[in-house]
C-alpha cells in the first residue's frame, strides 16, 4: 500500500498539470506527459525522491491514458460504439451517430501511439506491415484497427473539393453497459406490467428468445433479466467475445479461443455449448445464435438444462407479426443446423417441448422498445401448427404497450412454485402458427 508521501506527490504533480493550459488540453500524447511529469520531478519547486518518481509518474499516466480523448465517450453508459477516423471521431450514442471534437485526436501519430499502448500486453499486435487487427482488450471492449495506404477516408480540401486521404480507422465495440431491468423500464423500453411479467418469467425459469435487428437493444435486454436470475442457481453463458456483463452471481462465462501458433487449442461456440451439457448447471444462455449448427444446438440445450436457456437472435423486426416473422426465421435456421434428416415439422415441435416465450425489440424513433411478446404453449399435431397467445404488443404510432396479460399456463406454472401472480389473465384466442412449407 502506497503511503501518504506518494498520494502527496501525486495530488501537487496533477495539479501542475491541470494548472498548465498546453499540457491539460485534449491530444496530449502519452511520451510527451511522461517528459513534461518527469522534467517536473527533479525540478526544486516540485522534487520528487527517486524511490517514488517512477511509481507516481506511472500512476497520473496510468488513469489518464486509459483511453486517452475518447475516455468521455467510453465512460457514458448511453455510447455504444465509438468509430476513430484519424482525426475524426465518430461515436453512436442512443443509436444515433454523431461527430465529437471532444474526442479527436490531433494527429495520425497521436492515433498510432494510441494504438500501441492499447495492445501493450495483450496477445494482439498492429504494424504497416499488416495494418490489420481485431483485438479484445481486458475491459472486454473489441477493438478492430485497419489502416495504410488502402484505408482512405472523404475530406474536403482547402478549395472545398472532396477527396480521400489515407486514414487509420479504429472501430471500438464497447461491453454492454449493465443496465437493470428497473433501468430499462425509467427508460421506457418497457411498462411496468412488461417489467413484472419479465420478473416472472425469471423467477419460473422459462426458456426465451429475444429477437431484434443491430442496435435494437436485444442483448441490453438479455443482460438485464440477469439481474432477475433467483439466488443460489449456477448459471453459464456462451459467448463469442465477451460481450455481456451478467448481474448475477455464480456465473460461468465461456468464449471463443482462437488457435495458438500450432494450429491448436481453438474453441469455438459449438464446442463450449456441448460442453456445458456435462458441466450439470441449472441455466444455460447463448450470447447470440449467430449460424444455423447454433440455433438446433440451443434447441438441443434448451431440453437437457435442468431449468432456463435463452439467447439473442438476429431477426428483421417490422410493425407487425413479429413472432410470426422470428419463429419462421428461427426454424428455417434450426433445420438447416440439424441436417439433411430434419424437418421443418419437427423442429417446430420441438420448440414447444421448451422455449416458452418469443420477444421482440426494435430502436424506434422514440427509443429502443419491448415490441411483441408470445408465448409458445403448445403443438397440435393434427393441424400441425405451433399454438401461442400474444402478451405484448406495441403501438408504433402512438408509442403505447398494450399488454395483454400472462397466459393461464403461466399462472398454473407459478402456482406450482407458490409465487403469486398479480398480472392480469389474457383470455383472449390461443393463435396458430404453421410454417408454410
Given at each position: 500500500?502506497?503511503?501518504?508521501?506518494?498520494?502527496?506527490?501525486?495530488?501537487?504533480?496533477k495539479?501542475?498539470?491541470?494548472?498548465?493550459?498546453?499540457?491539460?488540453?485534449?491530444?496530449?500524447?502519452?511520451?510527451?506527459?511522461?517528459?513534461?511529469l518527469?522534467?517536473k520531478?527533479?525540478?526544486?519547486?516540485?522534487?520528487?525522491?527517486?524511490?517514488?518518481?517512477?511509481k507516481v509518474i506511472?500512476?497520473l499516466?496510468?488513469s489518464?491514458?486509459?483511453?486517452?480523448?475518447?475516455q468521455?465517450?467510453m465512460?457514458?453508459?448511453?455510447?455504444?460504439?465509438?468509430?476513430?477516423i484519424?482525426s475524426?471521431t465518430?461515436?453512436?450514442?442512443?443509436?444515433?451517430?454523431?461527430?465529437?471534437?471532444?474526442?479527436r485526436f490531433?494527429?495520425?501519430?497521436a492515433?498510432?501511439?494510441?494504438i500501441?499502448?492499447?495492445?501493450?500486453?495483450?496477445p494482439?499486435?498492429?504494424s504497416?506491415?499488416y495494418?490489420?487487427?481485431?483485438?479484445?482488450?481486458?475491459?472486454?471492449?473489441?477493438?478492430?484497427?485497419i489502416?495504410?495506404?488502402?484505408t482512405?477516408?472523404?475530406?474536403?480540401?482547402?478549395d472545398?473539393?472532396?477527396?480521400?486521404?489515407?486514414?487509420?480507422v479504429?472501430?471500438?465495440r464497447?461491453?454492454?453497459?449493465?443496465?437493470?431491468?428497473?433501468?430499462?423500464?425509467?427508460?421506457?423500453?418497457?411498462?411496468?406490467?412488461?417489467?413484472?411479467?419479465?420478473?416472472?418469467m425469471?423467477?419460473?425459469?422459462?426458456?426465451?428468445?429475444?429477437?431484434?435487428?443491430?442496435?435494437s437493444?436485444?442483448?441490453?435486454?438479455?443482460?438485464?433479466?440477469?439481474?432477475d436470475?433467483?439466488?443460489?442457481l449456477?448459471s453459464?453463458?456462451?459467448?463469442?467475445?465477451?460481450?455481456?456483463?451478467?448481474?448475477?452471481?455464480?456465473?460461468?462465462?465461456?468464449?471463443?479461443?482462437?488457435?495458438?501458433?500450432?494450429?491448436?487449442?481453438?474453441?469455438?461456440?459449438?464446442?463450449?455449448?456441448?460442453?456445458?451439457?456435462?458441466?450439470?448447471?441449472?441455466?444455460?444462455?447463448?450470447?447470440e445464435?449467430?449460424?444455423?449448427?447454433?440455433?438446433?444446438?440451443?434447441?438441443?440445450?434448451s431440453?437437457?438444462?435442468?431449468?432456463?436457456?435463452?439467447?439473442?437472435?438476429?431477426?428483421?423486426?417490422g410493425?407487425?407479426?413479429n413472432?410470426?416473422?422470428?419463429?419462421?426465421r428461427f426454424?428455417l435456421e434450426?433445420?438447416?443446423?440439424?441436417?439433411?434428416?430434419?424437418s421443418?415439422?419437427?423442429?417446430?415441435?420441438?420448440?414447444?417441448?421448451?422455449i416458452?416465450?418469443?420477444i421482440?425489440?426494435?430502436?424506434?424513433?422514440?427509443?429502443?422498445?419491448?415490441?411483441?411478446?408470445g408465448e409458445i404453449?403448445?403443438?397440435?399435431?393434427?393441424?400441425?401448427?405451433l399454438?401461442?397467445?400474444?402478451i405484448?404488443?406495441?403501438?408504433?404510432?402512438r408509442?403505447?404497450?398494450?399488454?395483454?396479460?400472462?397466459?393461464?399456463e403461466?399462472?398454473?406454472?407459478?402456482?406450482?412454485?407458490?409465487?403469486?401472480?398479480?398480472?392480469?389473465?389474457?383470455?383472449?384466442?390461443?393463435?396458430?402458427y404453421?410454417f408454410?412449407?
Open positions: 500500500m502506497m503511503d501518504a508521501s506518494f498520494h502527496g506527490y501525486v495530488a501537487m504533480l495539479d501542475l498539470v491541470l494548472s498548465d493550459p498546453n499540457m491539460s488540453q485534449s491530444g496530449v500524447t502519452r511520451k510527451e506527459m511522461y517528459t513534461y518527469y522534467t520531478c527533479v525540478e526544486q519547486g516540485s522534487f520528487v525522491p527517486t524511490e517514488y518518481r517512477e506511472s500512476s499516466l496510468n489518464w491514458y486509459t483511453y486517452d480523448v475518447l468521455a465517450a465512460d457514458d453508459p448511453f455510447v455504444s460504439d465509438v468509430h476513430v484519424g475524426t465518430v461515436v453512436k450514442r442512443k443509436g444515433t451517430n454523431y461527430e465529437s471534437s471532444e474526442s490531433q494527429s495520425e501519430e492515433l498510432h501511439e494510441f500501441a499502448r492499447k495492445l501493450e500486453n495483450t494482439y499486435s498492429y504497416l506491415a495494418p490489420i487487427t481485431d483485438a479484445i482488450l481486458p475491459d472486454g471492449s473489441r477493438v478492430n484497427i489502416g495504410g495506404p488502402s482512405r477516408y472523404t475530406v474536403l480540401d482547402e472545398g473539393r472532396i477527396i480521400t486521404e489515407p486514414r487509420t479504429v472501430t471500438i464497447k461491453p454492454i453497459y449493465p443496465f437493470s431491468m428497473d433501468d430499462l423500464t425509467r427508460l421506457q423500453m418497457m411498462d411496468a406490467d412488461t417489467r413484472a411479467f419479465f420478473k416472472l425469471m423467477a419460473l425459469g422459462d426458456s426465451f428468445i429475444i429477437a431484434g435487428g443491430v442496435g437493444g436485444k442483448t441490453t435486454l438479455m443482460n438485464a433479466l440477469t439481474g436470475i433467483p439466488k443460489n449456477l453459464i453463458f456462451v459467448e463469442e467475445l465477451p460481450e455481456m456483463t451478467p448481474l448475477t452471481d455464480w456465473c460461468i462465462r465461456l468464449t471463443d479461443r482462437s488457435q495458438n501458433v500450432e494450429g491448436k487449442g481453438r474453441l469455438d461456440m459449438a464446442t463450449n455449448i456441448i460442453n456445458t451439457l456435462r458441466m450439470d448447471n441449472d441455466n444455460g444462455y447463448i450470447g445464435v449467430r449460424t444455423a449448427q447454433i440455433a438446433h444446438l440451443f434447441l438441443r440445450m431440453l437437457l438444462v435442468k431449468r432456463q436457456t435463452g439467447t439473442t437472435f438476429h431477426s428483421h423486426i410493425h407487425k407479426n413472432v410470426d416473422g422470428v419463429l419462421t426454424i434450426a433445420t438447416e443446423g440439424a441436417g439433411v434428416q430434419a421443418y415439422l419437427n423442429t417446430a415441435s420441438r420448440m414447444a417441448d421448451k416458452r416465450h418469443i421482440t425489440a426494435r430502436d424506434t424513433k422514440y427509443g429502443k422498445r419491448v415490441t411483441e411478446i404453449i403448445g403443438f397440435d399435431f393434427t393441424e400441425r401448427a399454438l401461442w397467445k400474444p405484448l404488443t406495441y403501438d408504433f404510432i408509442d403505447q404497450f398494450r399488454f395483454h396479460g400472462v397466459t393461464q403461466m399462472v398454473e406454472r407459478a402456482q406450482v412454485e407458490g409465487i403469486e401472480v398479480s398480472l392480469p389473465v389474457n383470455e383472449e384466442p390461443i393463435r396458430k404453421r408454410a412449407t
